[in-house]
């Protein structure tokens, strides 16, 4: 049987060990320390020394036969050129096919062996040394034997034979293995109907034709050819030639001046957008096909608008675009199509939606930002129509008389194309918008009567409000209500022209955004927003009623005075501070009109503190109490500035006895608070400004008050063991008595010698100080007794 010690005698055992286990580990420690430091420097390699390793080479060999091989071939190329170009003319005809002949025949058989023997880097670069040869065959047949044909004719034709001849090449028995000759022979196809219309002195619809007939063909090739280089070329030629001739072709439909010439344009664009449509009904990629889908749609819908735009006026060239894809859209809506090819003429749609919104942008800014050029020109006279009203500063924007039906056709289509769930009520929001948008934009495009658009402006914020009271997210009641302030903010603008209609619109929206703050949801937008009017309302008051601005502010202060109302009553965290935030705004509006006048200034600052104390009763608003006591404080220097008062303590005393309150109060609930945090500002703010007075001061009564004045507080510091008043007010009483004791060494007849108040001072201190002292020696002593007694 195992005896196992007690669990408290196992852990001493264990302890014991584990010293000894560390005194024994230091004690090696220090030894090697040691023998390392004696040891002598070593004069060869340590024994242990891994061997040098040979530098990695920086390139694979692979990689080097390539490089080898591509500057073997370019310089063979090069040679030939050179040949070809230089020394012809020493050779006879005879001399020169035999050896342009030998040469290419030799470079487009050498390949056979070298793929027989499997150097199929080597053939590929003889190949192309082959292929080069071929084109300077066919320069050299030109410049010897045709020099008189057209030479955009001959490039046409020796593009198309070298093509075949190259597609040929690279299908023989023995070559079919070469990469090359294949995609060279699709980059030659490239040129031979574009040369062939350019030669023929065709217009830009032919030189488009070719393009896009071109591009069918890549797009052919590359559908049917397996993957690798003969694919990457025929789809890098669809692309580029393709891309090359829709250019073209919206030029043409763009620049149409006639509906034939229109119908031409569309029927190469819709050749363009049968291709790519063909292409992505073969194509398995998903994201590819859905973006030939897209291109598809899109040309449609520039093919078929640039056959009505000729016919119509400038301004409906966006709704004839915007009516081709809102049709588009029923493509989309037909089961027959493949997902990919339904979601790209979706994409497409959404484009043509979006670019006929940014169109109709420029008429909606004129309408709501137009108005602001009224603002030097306030109450100068009613417009005399809707666009005089929005174009007081700003120029009419071009073919843009169809801005509100492009709107409105847009937020038709959200709300009756986008059923899914989750995108529905977004459709829905973003229709009520541009609804909106497009109401306030009619009476401008009509130029309607002033009234008349004053109204409409009206009824849009309204119904932007109500809307967004109804939604049931944040974010559709955020995207509704914000333009509704927005277009409130346009419409004060667009009534400054008129003093009624300024009356009447500021009132109407602040009763608007005041009914619209019942809801909780839209309180942090329209409570904010009606206080803001509030104000605008209260200075349109006064300046109708030709108050002074500074008996206006009294007016604007009811605004803060609300605000610190409503905000003890909302719950919402967010909707407090903006109110909070727009009462302190209104505030300083009243600052503002009042600064001019000094008494008023001040009742203006004390109406503020007043709010601002009223908001500190709050219990999350303690704070503001500060506030509230600087405010009232700025209030009384001004209006002590006001009546000529110059004496520094009126202007630091009224400052000093609240700082001094807060401070016992301060300290009476926290203990810990040192006498400086307390005491030390209130006391600085008198002591301070009084002493540079007194130095400054011939008169005896300013020091003689700051010094008793220093001494009580002095000895209230001593009484109560507050560093504060006892190092401030000694401090204070110090630099005085030096003040005192100047004059007296400068005039020793003085009938009542001026040390006296000072040396008074000194004694009292003394005395107190030594009352201090042993009445601290008794303790000890009592202490000691006790002491002894236990």
Known sequence: MTHLPPPAEELRLIDAELWQLDARRAQLLARRAWLVAHLPAPSAPAPFAAPALPPRPEAGAPRVQNVLLLLGGLLLTIAAIAFTLVSWGHLGIAGRSVVLGAVTVAALA??????????????????????????????????????GTDGTAYAAVAAAVLAAVWTAYGWLPGTEGLRLPRPAALAAAQLPLLLWAVAAGAGPSWISAALLVTAACDTVSALRAPAGPVRVAAAVG????????????????????????????????????????????RDRAEARAAGLSGVAGLLAV???????????????????????????????????????????FLAASAVVHGVAVLGALPLVALTLMGPAGWVTRVWSGAPGGAREAVTARAPWPPYSETGPLVLAAVAAVLVLAVREATWRPRALTGARVLAGAALVAVPVVLDAPYPVALLVEGAVAAGLLAAAARSRTASAVLAQA????????????????????????????????????????LARVTAPAALAHAAALACAVGAAAGWAPRHTALLVLVVPALAALLAARIA???????????????ALLAVGLAVTDPPMLALVLSLCAVIAAGTAVRADRRPAAWVATALFALAAWVRLAAWDVTAPEAYTLPVTVPALV????????????????????????????????????????RPWLLGAAALVITLLGARHRLQAPLLLG???LVLDALHELAPYLAQVADALPRWVPPALAGLVLLAVGATYERRLRDVRRVREVLGRMN
């Not at 034939?260 to 292409?279: E, K, M, N, S, T």
């Not at 400038?314 to 894809?325: I, M």
């Not at 965290?573 to 935030?581: K, N, R, S, W």
């Open 110 to 147: 050498a390949p056979l062996p070298l793929l027989a023997r499997a150097l199929r880097s080597t053939a590929e670069a003889v190949a192309g040394l082959a292929l080069a040869l071929t084109v300077l065959d066919a320069y050299a047949l030109h410049a010897a034997a045709l020099p």
């Open 238 to 281: 669809a692309y580029g030639t393709g891309a090359w001739g829709v250019l073209v072709a919206v030029g043409l439909s763009w620049t149409a001046g006639g509906p034939a010439a229109g119908a031409r344009a569309a029927a190469l664009l819709l050749c363009a957008a049968g291709v790519a449509l063909a292409a992505a009904w």
């Open 302 to 344: 520039v093919a078929l608008g640039g056959v009505v735009r000729p016919a119509l006026p400038a301004a409906w060239t966006v709704p004839v675009h915007l009516a081709v894809g809102i049709a588009l859209l029923a493509a989309v809506r037909a089961g027959r199509l493949p997902g990919s090819v339904r979601r790209g």
């Open 482 to 521: 914000v333009p509704a302030l927005v277009v409130s903010v346009a419409l004060v603008l667009l009534a400054l022209p008129s003093r009624p209609a300024t009356l009447g619109v500021l009132a109407a929206l602040t009763a608007l955004f005041a009914a619209g703050s019942v809801n909780r949801r």
């Open 572 to 586: 919402d965290v967010p909707t407090t501070v903006a109110v909070e935030a727009t009462g302190a705004a209104c």
């Open 662 to 701: 807060l401070g016992a109060l301060r300290r009476r609930r926290d203990a810990d608070v040192s006498s400086w945090g307390a005491y030390g500002p209130g006391l600085a703010a008198t002591l301070v400004p009084s002493l540079l007075a007194a130095w400054a001061d011939a008169h005896a009564t």
């Open 730 to 732: 000694g401090g204070v």
